[in-house]
C-alpha cells in the first residue's frame, strides 16, 4: 500500500513536502513516481527517481523547483516543491514499480502500485 501526504494550501512562491509511504512491502531497488493531476485537465507526469542510483528525472514545468528523493531505510519517497505557482494546484500522486535498473521513466501506463492522492492548493 502506498499513501501520499503532505498536501495543503500554500501560497504562490511557497513550499510543500510530499510525503509516500510504503507499507506491506519495502520500497528499496522499486522506482518512485509522482504524477499530478489539476481539476479538468489529463494525469501528467511530474517526476521519477530510480530504484538503482538514485537518478532522477523531471517534466520541464518543475525543472529547478521540485526534487524528488527517497528514503528506502524509512521507506519513503519524497518530493520536495519550491517556488510553487497557481498552476501547480492538482492531486499529487506517487506511485512505484519494482523495476530494478540505474534510470527512470515518468510514464504512468508503466506503474503498477499507486497511492491516494493528496491536494495542493497554490492560491493568495
Known amino acids: 500500500q502506498l499513501q501520499a501526504s503532505g498536501g495543503g494550501l500554500v501560497q504562490p512562491g511557497g513550499s510543500l513536502r510530499l510525503s509516500c509511504a510504503a507499507s506491506?512491502?519495502?520500497?528499496?531497488?522499486?522506482?518512485i513516481g509522482w504524477f499530478r493531476q489539476a481539476p479538468g485537465k489529463e494525469r501528467e507526469g511530474v517526476s521519477c527517481?530510480?530504484?538503482?542510483?538514485?537518478?532522477?528525472l523531471y517534466a520541464d514545468f518543475v525543472k529547478g523547483r521540485f526534487t524528488i528523493s527517497r528514503d528506502n531505510a524509512k521507506n519513503m519517497g519524497y518530493l520536495q516543491m519550491n517556488s510553487l505557482k497557481p498552476e501547480d494546484t492538482a492531486v499529487y500522486y506517487c506511485?512505484?514499480?519494482?523495476?530494478?535498473?540505474?534510470?527512470?521513466?515518468?510514464?504512468?501506463?508503466?506503474?503498477?502500485?499507486w497511492g491516494q492522492g493528496t491536494l495542493v492548493t497554490v492560491s493568495s
Open positions: 527517481i530510480s530504484g538503482y542510483g538514485g537518478a532522477t
Open positions: 506491506g512491502f519495502t520500497l528499496d531497488s522499486y522506482e
Open positions: 506511485a512505484t514499480v519494482p523495476r530494478k535498473r540505474f534510470w527512470c521513466q515518468i510514464a504512468a501506463t508503466t506503474y503498477d502500485f
